[in-house]
């Protein structure tokens, strides 16, 4: 059986609204991971972006374990020698909650261009406020 790829004409990106107040974030990443990746969509393929666009709001009410908030560690590095930084979840959460969940997303899509090209179309935000209302974005319900 061949492969089947999907062509650019076939590919129709619908706009979603994912709202993570009260959500545990490996949840709302799951759910919002297969949008973008367009695994719900009857025309998926693996190596074709076939994904739509999400909007995530309320990032800042997710709910997170307090274990979690202090064990939970992220690394960077600044390229230099002795260059390491290291920041637990409870620090990042409060300075970023944007970041929180666009790191827990990035880590569920694939490493390569096909998975940066993907990232491009997630919009994380704080509060309950967007500005996309012009693309008439349907809500997204999450199993809690």
Do not use: C
């Not at 025309?43 to 666009?53: F, N």
């Not at 709001?57 to 020698?81: C, E, F, T």
């Not at 990035?106 to 491009?120: A, F, I, Q």
């Amino acid at each position: 059986m061949p492969t089947f790829t999907p062509k650019p004409s076939d590919i129709d990106r619908a706009w979603h609204v994912v709202d993570a107040d009260g959500m545990v974030l490996g949840r709302v990443a799951t759910e919002v991971a297969t949008l973008l990746r367009g695994k719900h969509k009857p025309i998926w393929a693996p190596h074709v972006d076939t994904g739509d666009h999400v909007i995530v709001v309320n990032a800042a009410r997710l709910s997170l374990s307090q274990r979690k908030l202090d064990d939970k560690r992220y690394y960077r590095h600044s390229g230099y020698p002795g260059g390491l930084r290291e920041e637990n979840l409870a620090r990042l959460f409060e300075r970023d909650p944007e970041r929180v969940v666009r790191l827990a997303v990035k880590g569920m899509l694939p490493k390569n261009r096909l998975g940066r090209s993907m990232l491009r179309k997630l919009r994380v935000y704080a509060g309950p406020t967007h500005p996309h209302a012009a693309q008439q974005p349907q809500p997204r319900v999450v199993a809690r």
